[in-house]
C-alpha cells in the first residue's frame, strides 16, 4: 500500500485589495514557483496558506471548492484567473495549455464535484461574507479583535482571528483558537500553557 503524505497545502495569491486572483494546492516550495502562467505577488504578504498538512486527496478536494466558491474570470462566474475547476495534476509540475484545456474538460459541466448543488442568494450572501472575512482579516466588517494574555500578563492585541492566525511567531491555529475563545478556558498543558485569549469587546 502506497504510504499517504500530509505535506500538502492549499494556498492564495492575493490582490491588492485582499481578494484572491488565484487559488491553488501543491507541496514544498510550489507557492513560490515562478515558472508559473499566473505569477505569484512579488509582496510576499499577499501569498497566503489556506489550508496545510493535508493529503493529496485533501488538498485536491479544498482547491475545488475554493475555486467553486470564489469564480472563474474566463467563464464569467467569478474572480479568480484560475483556468481550471481544480482537482487534478501532480504537485510542483507546470503544466501546458494542452494539459490545461484537458483538466478543464474532466472537472467541468457534470463531471464537476459540486454540479448541481444548489445555492439561494442568502448563501452565496452569506459565503462571500464569510470568505471576505478570511482574506481581509481586520478589515472585514465582521471581524472582531482578540487579546492573547501571556502567562507574565503582557498582552498581544490582533484585528481578527485571522490576523492572529497569520502571526507565525505567535503560531497558533484557528481551531484551537477559536476553541479557547469560545470556551474561555485557559490552556494547562502544551505550547500555550496558562495562556488566555479573549476577544476584546464580548
Given at each position: 500500500?502506497?504510504?499517504?503524505?500530509?505535506?500538502?497545502?492549499?494556498?492564495?495569491?492575493?490582490?491588492?485589495?485582499?481578494?484572491?486572483y488565484y487559488i491553488?494546492?501543491?507541496?514544498?516550495?510550489?507557492?513560490?514557483?515562478?515558472?508559473?502562467?499566473?505569477?505569484?505577488?512579488?509582496?510576499?504578504?499577499?501569498?497566503?496558506?489556506?489550508?496545510?498538512?493535508?493529503?493529496?486527496?485533501?488538498?485536491?478536494?479544498?482547491?475545488?471548492?475554493?475555486?467553486?466558491?470564489?469564480?472563474?474570470?474566463?467563464?464569467?462566474?467569478?474572480?479568480?484567473?484560475?483556468?481550471?475547476?481544480?482537482?487534478?495534476?501532480?504537485?510542483?509540475?507546470?503544466?501546458?495549455?494542452?494539459?490545461?484545456?484537458?483538466?478543464?474538460?474532466?472537472?467541468?459541466?457534470?463531471?464537476?464535484?459540486?454540479?448541481?448543488?444548489?445555492?439561494?442568494?442568502?448563501?452565496?450572501?452569506?459565503?462571500?461574507?464569510?470568505?471576505?472575512?478570511?482574506?481581509?482579516?481586520?478589515?472585514?466588517?465582521?471581524?472582531?479583535?482578540i487579546i492573547a494574555?501571556?502567562?507574565?500578563?503582557?498582552?498581544?492585541?490582533?484585528g481578527s482571528i485571522?490576523?492572529?492566525?497569520?502571526?507565525?511567531?505567535?503560531?497558533?491555529?484557528?481551531?484551537?483558537?477559536?476553541?479557547?475563545?469560545?470556551?474561555?478556558?485557559?490552556?494547562?498543558?502544551?505550547?500555550?500553557?496558562?495562556?488566555?485569549?479573549?476577544?476584546?469587546?464580548?
Open positions: 500500500m502506497a504510504k499517504e503524505y500530509n505535506d500538502y497545502y492549499t494556498y492564495a495569491y492575493l490582490r491588492e485589495d485582499k481578494t484572491p491553488g494546492k501543491g507541496r514544498g516550495k510550489r507557492i513560490y514557483d515562478k515558472r508559473r502562467t499566473i505569477k505569484a505577488p512579488t509582496d510576499k504578504s499577499r501569498i497566503l496558506f489556506l489550508k496545510k498538512n493535508l493529503t493529496e486527496a485533501e488538498a485536491f478536494k479544498h482547491e475545488v471548492y475554493m475555486i467553486f466558491v470564489f469564480g472563474r474570470k474566463d467563464l464569467g462566474t467569478g474572480i479568480l484567473r484560475n483556468r481550471t475547476n481544480g482537482g487534478d495534476g501532480a504537485s510542483g509540475a507546470v503544466h501546458s495549455e494542452e494539459q490545461n484545456r484537458e483538466k478543464s474538460e474532466r472537472n467541468s459541466g457534470e463531471k464537476h464535484p459540486l454540479f448541481g448543488v444548489p445555492r439561494t442568494e442568502a448563501q452565496k450572501k452569506a459565503q462571500s461574507e464569510k470568505m471576505s472575512g478570511v482574506f481581509l482579516g481586520a478589515l472585514s466588517p465582521r471581524s472582531k479583535a494574555i501571556k502567562p507574565d500578563g503582557t498582552e498581544r492585541r490582533y485571522i490576523d492572529a492566525v497569520r502571526d507565525t511567531e505567535l503560531g497558533i491555529g484557528r481551531g484551537g483558537l477559536h476553541h479557547f475563545l469560545k470556551t474561555g478556558h485557559v490552556s494547562t498543558r502544551g505550547k500555550f500553557k496558562d495562556w488566555q485569549f479573549l476577544y476584546e469587546n464580548p
